[in-house]
T-cell receptor, first 112, second 114 residues
Framework: EADIYQTPRYLVIGTGKKITLECSQT?????MYWYQQDPGMELHLIHY???????EKGDLSSESTVSRIRTEHFPLTLESARPSHTSQYLC???????????FGDGTRLSIL | KNQVEQSPQSLIILEGKNCTLQ??????????LRWYKQDTGRGPVSLTI?????NTKSNGRYTATLDADTKQSSLHITASQLSDSASYIC?????????????FGRGTQLTVWP
């Protein structure tokens, strides 16, 4: 199994709160990704990074932001959570674009 | 439009039986196709990855096939086990960027009954 960790696994929080979802990998991968997944639906890429100080927006528009200060760490932040942000957020990493992506177990986020 | 379609949407089989899941794609240009297994409440785990020149790849009881001409892939599961109950996701990558953009199917939800 890949060494990529996400915390928290579950989060229920009220509207308007600032949230940071943590993602860390110990494989030294340069590429990291954030996906959003709703039940029964496909994964949608919301952010990705090629390496330290590199971040790009993905295909699905998201009000979240990311940072990549260290290779192993790729946190996602929501400045003001809304019910529409309720979803599962999956973090992944890969050595390059051709190798399988290694996924964390996700954070299931519920905004009340 | 680049798309990945999987069928069936859900499938129930008895333990010990075989099954085949289908994936049709319209992604072009094509780089590779991956099958992932996603257990409930977990992240996807890679089962196989195939490039244009490969038409069969096995991983234990899982065998994936690829027909790049018809843009179809299948995942065959042999002698199913209860632990095979999961969502199986087909993912196709294009060659359009250094990132290798991924197109995800919605998955086939497989349930194995004892």
């Amino acid at each position: 199994e890949a060494d990529i960790y996400q915390t928290p696994r579950y989060l229920v929080i009220g509207t308007g709160k600032k949230i940071t979802l943590e993602c860390s990998q110990t494989m030294g991968h340069d590429k990291m990704y954030w996906y959003q997944q709703d039940p029964g639906m496909e994964l949608h890429l919301i952010h990705y990074s090629y390496g330290v100080n590199s971040t790009e927006k993905g295909d699905l528009s998201s009000e979240s932001t990311v940072s990549r200060i260290r290779t192993e760490h790729f946190p996602l932040t929501l400045e003001s959570a809304r019910p529409s942000h309720t979803s599962q957020y999956l973090c992944a990493s890969s050595q390059d674009g051709y190798q399988p992506q290694h996924f964390g177990d996700g954070t299931r986020l519920s905004i009340l | 439009k680049n798309q990945v379609e999987q069928s069936p949407q859900s499938l129930i089989i008895l333990e010990g039986k075989n099954c085949t899941l289908q994936c049709n794609y319209t992604v072009s240009p094509f780089s590779n196709l991956r099958w992932y297994k996603q257990d409930t409440g977990r992240g996807p785990v890679s089962l196989t990855i195939m490039t244009f020149s490969e038409n069969t790849k096995s991983n234990g009881r899982y065998t994936a096939t690829l027909d790049a001409d018809t843009k179809q892939s299948s995942l065959h599961i042999t002698a199913s086990q209860l632990s095979d109950s999961a969502s199986y996701i087909c993912v196709v990558s294009d060659r359009g960027s250094t990132l290798g953009r991924l197109y995800f199917g919605r998955g086939t939800q497989l349930t194995v009954w004892p």
